[in-house]
């Protein structure tokens, strides 16, 4: 009959092997985070454009001001 325990060897390459894994998909989720707010970044630059233009056509052309002196 053969025992069905894992040895210690088994058990230190698993640990490692998930180790590698985790730490390849931190480095992953952390590039998918940066890409998600250079995304956000250009789209609200995109929504600031839309909103200047939509302003200018309903005001004879102008921008709208700014508040900072």
Known sequence: ??????????????MAVLGALVSVGGVSANRAIVDAKGVKCLNNLR???????????????????????
């Open 47 to 69: 929504q600031i454009g839309i909103a200047s233009f939509t302003y200018a056509s309903d005001n004879q052309g102008q921008l709208p001001q700014s508040s900072h002196q």
């Open 1 to 14: 009959m053969k025992n069905s325990a894992y040895s210690l060897l088994e058990l230190l390459v698993g």
